[in-house]
């Protein structure tokens, strides 16, 4: 909600791969860099049936949808809702996402 990469920064890979909603294939850096610029007025964010599948305890699949609220820079209103999947995977006793791929559903 107030565009501070630091937090997407501590959980994402440095080989981190992901497609946005607008169908950009985006690496770690060019993510927070669309983090940081981001001028929305977000007032309430939300996760929703969000659900995480276990692989061979290295790995981890991870399926939601997320629900955005607020103004655009042009002043208009919005409510946005994604559906998305983030692959995650156990390095050095850390949790990193490492894929991801979000599509907006209305």
């Known amino acids: 909600m107030k ?15 992901g ?11 060019n993510l927070l860099s669309e983090i940081k610029k981001d001028t929305d007025v977000y007032t309430s964010t939300k996760n929703g049936k969000v659900d995480v599948r276990v692989f061979g305890g290295q790995f981890a699949v991870a399926t939601g949808t997320s629900t955005e609220v607020g103004k655009a820079k042009d002043g208009q209103e919005f409510k946005r ?8 995977a156990l390095r050095k006793d850390k949790w990193l996402c490492v894929a991801s ?4 559903v209305k």
């Not at 565009?3 to 791969?17: E, G, I, K, N, T």
């Not at 791929?101 to 907006?104: D, G, K, T, Y």
């Open 101 to 104: 791929q979000a599509m907006l």
């Open 19 to 29: 497609v946005s909603s607008k169908g950009k294939v985006m690496n770690k850096s």
């Open 81 to 88: 809702t994604f559906r998305w999947t983030d692959v995650w």
């Open 3 to 17: 565009h501070d990469p630091s937090v997407a920064q501590a959980y994402l890979a440095d080989d981190f791969r």
